[in-house]
């Protein structure tokens, strides 16, 4: 097999996935783009927002370096870390899918029985992921030039998501040689993912105001590729050359990733697994699905804790530059949907909306574990003990209720204690816990609808509970924003969970949800109950 | 509990099970006596898996009578099954468990088993229960589920191709093993295509061939009336023939 071959098989089996991903992130970037052009038409809002935002840490940590006035740089400022972030991620499941689950799979022992080189399919993952990049920085150009911006900082930008991916390409493929698992290869290059935000965040609130307009970033933002991307500032001081330190890296950590994987034994890895113990005296069910997401839990909880955490630290500061200024508490609004009032609390809940939905994803993945127990065999010799398809079904969709339970918990208790640090009475930590826990019911559903489709569209089952996931997040969180109708928006159960502490608490928009979401998941087990296994 | 004594083990007549337009078992029937170690052949997709999920109440008949012990397992797996142990032919396992624990599992799973057998199976069949079910073999994971069977205590033991990835050496254990269950009062349904081991295994045999009953047969009566007497000639004859 050529390594021509390995590609195109590669590419094939791509084509659903990577699609998704680079229309999912081209679409956000022009949806946010229509949205500013609507809402900041005009010159002098927009740098009265600049100049707010300038201001302001809190602002500078989450979305990045205010760079002028214009559309094109509002713009940019809005979507970049944000979108970088996404396609850091996009290459890093693409690396790994295509290297250490290949490996995991015994994919990779077939292929390489075949005269190819040792590290052919590394290589043509790479180049897979390569091509993914080219393709977005294509996209997000013509995204650019579609709503009227800068030709040359609109290429620019597309360059910039082009060189952070390609840079967490090559460190996904060293996770993949550094990992046992694709878990933990995902895992890993997924925690340097966040860390590089945080990093950038960092650096670009300590960052110093140039003018009303401008901020410069400081000396810490350059140690995260995402902050060197944000350098080419594509939009005022145009540079190009900033790139080359993200694409250097990604060859570097590729060429190294290259060069491990030829040297090294199919299935090695530096962190071996260790001997286990030889028998489980407690074994069962239960305990099966909880060891199952332990690791998963703890990876999702530890993310939403450091959003938590930022979230309490920085919104007193938010609060300040707010002040009595009406225009920057009405931006702050529409990150929250359906509420009017322009305090600190509008922007905890916004944060915190963002940790009730990683909530969820951890719930959502640990139901999507189902399909692959099905897929992989081990349901079938599960159910072929006295252990009911329904006590299988039941038992998982507890595991990840309590799962995104824990998640949210934990994220509550992390914001809580980030306002205490911050100077707030101890007594905040309950309302934060009370912000994080009105958006279970709402997140349920979505374990729930997972649960259906893997019951009712197994083949489909997974990609079908994300994209459900992704639909609901926008929809119900970035719906104003994106300026979506409200019929549209109140599709999602995130649009109606309850504005705390700004809204009271009442039963029915946590009632209703729960039961929608028993419904659902019942029907589901009905169906699972009718169908074959493995279907 | 169990149906009277005489009744078959396993019956099933006229079953017919399709997917989608293609039909993977066309009026099959079968049946198990027990006591017996029943030799279940025929040639790669034949549908012999079908019919052991089938009979497991993983996947149900499209047409057809089926009853194990007595029952319906469509209707009731988990009253069939719990009378029964179950190796797969390709056996996956939790990559994170370790061997030991994934046979702990099941054995708790099908009702707890017997402490001194598991560990008595884990030395017969040489098998490290440390490692994580990852790092093993084809065959060592076949001998995890088998391990995990054998040490239950079933009536009924479903096996399909139990030893495609057992040495010789363990292809002897194991044949000793299943003499011992069935000696103890067990029925053994045994797909395999091993000749050597359903000679010196089976008692009878049933062979299918797309989806449909070829023979059944008690092993002797079939060397007997074949003018090639080599179990390879007949079984080759019947996988073959129209």
Same mark, same amino acid.
């Given at each position: ?58 602002? @500078? ?11 094109? %740089? ?31 799979? *015994? ?35 013509? +995204? ?7 030709? +040359? #900082? ?14 967490? %390409? ?60 944000? $350098? ?39 962190? %071996? ?10 074994? #069962? ?15 999702? +909880?530890?993310?939403?804790?450091? @959003?938590?955490?930022? +979230? ?39 944060? @915190? ?30 159910? $072929? ?5 329904? %006590? ?23 914001? *809580? ?58 929809? #119900? ?59 | ?42 040639? &790669? ?35 069939? &099954? ?57 065959? &060592? ?102």
């Amino acid at each position: 097999m050529t390594a021509a071959a390995l590609l195109a098989f590669r590419l094939r089996r791509e084509r659903v996935v990577l699609p998704v991903w680079l229309v999912g992130a081209t679409g956000l970037l022009a949806a946010s783009g229509v949205a500013i052009v609507r809402e900041f038409g005009d010159e002098a809002q927009r740098s009265a927002l600049i100049a707010l935002a300038s201001g302001n840490p809190a602002f @500078l940590f989450l979305r990045g370096l205010p760079d002028g006035a214009g559309v094109g %740089a509002v713009v940019f400022f809005q979507t970049f870390s944000f979108l970088a972030v996404l396609t850091a991620l996009m290459n890093t499941f693409l690396v790994v899918r295509h290297t250490r689950a290949d490996e995991e799979r *015994g994919q990779d022992e077939l292929l390489l029985a075949a005269p190819v080189r040792r590290a052919a399919p590394l290589v043509t993952a790479l180049a897979v992921a390569l091509l993914a990049d080219v393709l977005l920085a294509g996209l997000a150009t013509t +995204a650019g030039l579609v709503l009227g911006l800068d030709p +040359a #900082g609109s290429v620019l930008t597309g360059l910039a998501l082009g060189a952070v991916g390609l840079c967490f %390409a090559g460190g996904a493929a060293v996770c993949a040689q550094v990992m046992p698992t694709p878990r933990g290869a995902n895992g890993l290059a997924a925690a340097t993912v966040g860390v590089a935000y945080l990093v950038r965040g960092a650096g670009d609130a300590l960052g110093t105001a140039r003018d009303l307009t401008h901020v410069d970033p400081s000396w810490v933002s350059l140690l995260s590729p995402i902050g060197w991307a944000q $350098a080419s500032r594509p939009f005022s001081d145009a540079n190009a050359l900033p790139l080359l330190v993200p694409l250097l890296a990604g060859v570097v950590a590729g060429a190294v990733a290259i060069l491990v994987r030829s040297r090294r034994d199919l299935g090695a890895s530096l962190f %071996a697994q260790r001997a286990g113990r030889p028998g489980w005296r407690h074994a #069962g069910p239960a305990l099966l699905a909880i060891r199952g997401q332990i690791g998963t839990t703890i990876g999702w +909880a530890t993310g939403t804790a450091i @959003l938590g955490f930022l +979230a309490g630290l920085i919104t007193p500061l938010v609060v300040e530059a707010v002040g009595a200024n009406d225009e920057l508490a009405g931006l702050i609004a529409r990150l929250a949907p359906g509420v009017s009032a322009g305090t600190g609390d509008v922007f905890t809940m916004a944060l @915190l909306g963002i940790a009730g939905t990683l909530a969820t994803a951890a719930g959502v993945q640990a139901v999507t574990r189902l399909r692959t127990d099905e897929a992989e065999g081990r349901a079938e010799l599960l159910l $072929a003990t006295p252990m009911s398809s329904t %006590a299988w079904y039941l038992r998982q969709l507890a595991v990840a209720v309590s799962s995104t339970a824990v998640v949210a918990v934990v994220a509550g208790l992390a914001a *809580g204690t980030g306002f205490v640090a911050s100077g707030s009475a101890p007594d905040r930590i309950g309302v934060t816990l009370e912000m994080v826990l009105v958006q279970l019911p709402a997140g349920i559903v979505f374990i729930a609808l997972a649960a259906l489709a893997v019951a009712a569209l197994p083949r489909l089952s997974i990609g079908l509970a994300w994209v459900l996931l992704v639909a609901g997040l926008v929809l #119900g969180q970035l719906g104003d924003l994106l300026g979506l109708p409200d019929a549209v928006q109140s599709v999602s159960p995130f649009r109606h969970v309850p504005a705390v502490p700004i809204e009271p608490v009442t039963a029915g928009p946590l009632v209703v949800p729960a039961v929608v979401a028993i419904a659902i998941a019942g029907f589901g087990a009905l169906i699972l109950r009718r169908r074959d296994i493995p279907a | 509990m169990l149906s009277t004594e005489h009744a078959p083990v396993i019956r099933v007549e006229g079953l017919t099970k399709r997917f989608g337009r293609s039909t993977a078992l066309d009026g099959f029937h079968l049946e198990v006596e027990p006591g017996e170690i029943h030799g279940f052949l025929g040639p &790669n997709g034949a549908g012999k898996s079908t019919t052991i999920r089938i009979l497991l109440g993983l996947v149900r008949p499209t047409a057809g009578v089926v009853e194990v012990l007595g029952r319906d397992p469509w209707h009731d797996p988990s009253a069939t &099954n719990r009378h029964v142990a179950y190796v797969p032919g390709d056996v996956a396992l939790w990559p994170g468990l370790t061997g030991g624990e994934a046979i702990d599992l099941l054995l708790r799973l099908r009702g707890g088993g017997d402490r001194a057998e598991r560990d008595r199976l884990i030395a017969a069949f040489e098998l490290d229960p440390r490692t994580r079910s990852r790092a093993y073999s084809k065959g &060592n994971r076949q001998k995890v589920a088998l391990i995990a069977a054998l040490a239950a205590r079933a009536p009924l033991y479903i096996l399909d191709e139990p030893t495609s990835g057992l040495d010789p050496l363990m292809e002897s254990v194991f044949r000793d093993e299943i003499r011992r269950v069935r000696d103890a009062g067990s029925t053994v349904l045994l797909s395999s295509h091993l000749l050597g081991e359903v000679e010196q295994l089976c008692d009878r045999v049933t062979i299918i061939r797309a989806g449909r009953h070829v023979e059944t047969a008690r092993l002797e009566d079939l060397v007997r009336g074949a003018e090639s007497p080599t179990l390879e000639s007949i079984f080759l004859r019947h996988y073959e023939t129209r």
